[in-house]
Structures are given as structure tokens and as C-alpha cells.
């Protein structure tokens, strides 16, 4: 690495702790109240979810992330599905709310619930806690989120369980596949690309850089068994690679 690439990093990670995290914690602390008391007071969610939206432009503008967004064009939103995401960085949740143009519900893990703050907005918003590690929590989990489709209410997933350490995909746990064949409810493979580079997992330095949002066709569950979940996983697994593929 040459001097004046360390220069560079050096001032880019500067901005990140002078800059870019003091405005994340007022832009947080500003909406937040909002996001509670708008949970109280409509039943419904849109109001908390367009909140949550607003916050996630909000912050991609700070940290100069522009999204690209393809395939708009496919969603079909007369009926719920599941939306099954890679997932790369802490970004990767900005970008979902900002772009997907409907309200949803999202399976985050338990850890997630107790961040300050966050956690206080997932439990307001009714979204759904996962433990990998607790056998009793992930099938209450996974209870309410067939509930939240046949309720009629979409849902996006990260398969993978966690964000993936180096960039690359972590193979697809099986639990939210099986959900989508005991609702009934088709499968949207959704690749996002861009975030690791941008604020990998471990890291605190914020790197301003194009994203993209990435939507594939569905998949139908119609047909497939609870004994062919790992079939449905791989597939999905496939299609979220294929779209990946595609945009490099």
C-alpha cells in the first residue's frame, strides 16, 4: 500500500468516527422516539415502517451510498412471499427498508433485540426474534412467522443466519424455507452487493461506495414437501448466486 493510499484510509476512517457515527447516533435518537410512539398509536405498522424507511435513506445519503435497484419490475404484491436475502453487512437492513416498496416484517437475530435502541424498535415493530441457538426460541419463531404470511404479511429472511465474515455466501439454513411451504408462500431470491466492502462485519470504518439491490424472480413453492426444504434452500441458494453473478 503506497503512502497516499494510507493517507486516504486514514482520513476516510476519521470521517467515519468524526462524521459519520455522531450523526447515526442523532439521526437515531431524533426518529426513535417517533418510530415508539407511532407503534402505540397505529396498529397497523405503516406509519413505524415508513419511519424506519425514512432513517435508512437517511443515513445511506450520509454515508454517500447510492443503491442501484433491478428488478422492481418482477415484485407481485397481491399476495405475501418471502424475500430471501444474502447477507454481508449491518448495511444490508438500510438498504432493504429504503428500497423494497412495501411494508414487511424481518427475522433478526436475538442479539439484535438487545442493541440499545434497535432492539427497542424490532420488539415495538412485532418483528420476529430467531436463536440458532435455542431450539424452543427458533420454532416459536418459526410458528410466527407462518402466522405472518397467512395473516397476509410479507417477510424478508437473511437464509444464511448471520453476515457472512468474508464476502462470500454462508450456505442457506432451512428454517425459513420451511415456513414458505407450510404458508404457501413463493420464495424472492434478492442479492445485495456492495455492503462488505462498504462496512464489513468486525469493522467500524464506514466506506462510501455504490450499492445494489438486486430482485429475481420467484420461486414457487407449489408442489414441494416439508421433507424437500433443503431442496428449496439449495435452489434459492442458487438463484441469490446467479443474480450476484450477474451483476459482476
Same mark, same amino acid.
Given at each position: ?17 468524526v ?11 431524533v426518529?426513535?422516539p ?12 405503516r406509519?413505524?415502517? =415508513?419511519?424506519? @424507511? +425514512? ?10 451510498? *447510492? #443503491?442501484?435497484?433491478t &428488478? ?34 424481518i ?26 441457538g ?38 442457506? =439454513?432451512?428454517? @425459513? +424455507? ?10 424472492? *431470491? #434478492?442479492?445485495?452487493? &456492495? ?11 464506514l ?42
Amino acid at each position: 500500500m503506497s503512502a497516499g493510499t494510507r493517507i486516504r484510509e486514514l482520513l476516510s476512517m476519521v470521517r467515519s468516527a468524526v462524521i459519520f457515527w455522531p450523526l447515526t447516533i442523532v439521526c437515531t435518537l431524533v426518529l426513535e422516539p417517533i418510530s415508539l410512539v407511532a407503534a402505540r398509536l397505529d396498529k397497523t405498522g405503516r406509519v413505524q415502517h =415508513r419511519t424506519v @424507511a +425514512f432513517w435508512s435513506g437517511l443515513l445511506l445519503r450520509l454515508y454517500s451510498m *447510492p #443503491v442501484t435497484v433491478t &428488478g422492481l419490475e418482477r415484485l407481485d404484491l397481491s399476495r405475501p412471499r418471502i424475500y430471501a436475502a444474502n447477507h454481508l453487512s449491518a448495511l444490508d437492513i438500510p438498504v432493504l427498508y429504503r428500497h423494497l416498496p412495501f411494508q414487511f416484517r424481518i427475522i433478526a437475530h436475538r442479539l439484535v433485540f438487545r442493541v440499545p435502541l434497535v432492539g427497542w424498535h424490532l420488539r415495538a415493530a412485532g418483528q420476529l426474534m430467531i436463536d440458532p441457538g435455542s431450539v424452543a426460541l427458533s420454532r416459536q419463531a418459526l410458528r410466527e412467522a407462518i402466522r405472518t404470511l397467512r395473516q397476509g404479511m410479507p417477510l424478508v429472511v437473511f437464509p444464511e443466519g448471520e453476515r457472512s465474515p468474508s464476502g462470500e455466501m454462508l450456505p442457506f =439454513r432451512r428454517g @425459513a +424455507f420451511y415456513v414458505a411451504i407450510k404458508a404457501q408462500a413463493d420464495v424472492v *431470491p #434478492v442479492a445485495i452487493l &456492495g455492503t462488505y466492502q462498504a462496512f464489513p462485519i468486525g469493522s467500524a470504518h464506514l466506506r462510501p461506495g455504490r450499492l445494489h439491490l438486486i430482485i429475481g424472480d420467484a420461486i414457487p413453492v407449489a408442489g414441494y414437501t416439508p421433507g424437500e426444504v433443503g431442496a428449496l434452500a439449495e435452489r434459492t441458494q442458487g438463484a441469490v448466486a446467479e443474480l450476484c453473478r450477474g451483476s459482476s
